[in-house]
């Protein structure tokens, strides 16, 4: 992910904001608030010819020393690309990147009506530790209510 894609990565991510299925979020941040919350090098797209169709990124659990070696993930694809595998190919660099890259563990927290994410990331050796109920509220289309998440985990080799 450079620079460059800045436009498409945002607009996938505005996108998956204004479903209401992946982040409490109400807007895509700015290029650099998003690349100041990523880790260098845990940062991939998914391209065809012509666009991005997704991007997946890693962000830090904790500034903590002691928990250095724990990332957020985080995998976006467009509406339009979405049962073609390019989730499966960002979350698979990703973990790739992880294992590589000396990061200990990973964790996804996904909205439980989000089922194809959690079988996703099951597919790559997460598995769920529990549900965060009411973990904070969604304000989405003019509502705000409490909003359970699944929080997964994978430990790299």
Known sequence: MRPEHASEVLAIYQAGVDEGKATFETAAPTW???TAGRLPGHRFVARDAERVLGWAALSPYSARPVYA???????YVHPDARGRGVGRALLGALVDSADQGGLWTLQAGIFPE???SIRLHEG???RTVGVRERLGR???????SWRDVVLMERRCP
């Open 138 to 144: 969604h304000d989405f289309e003019g509502r705000s």
């Open 114 to 116: 989000n089922t194809a």
């Open 69 to 75: 070696g724990v990332a957020e993930v985080s995998v």
């Open 124 to 126: 790559f050796g997460f």
């Open 32 to 34: 650099e608030k998003f």
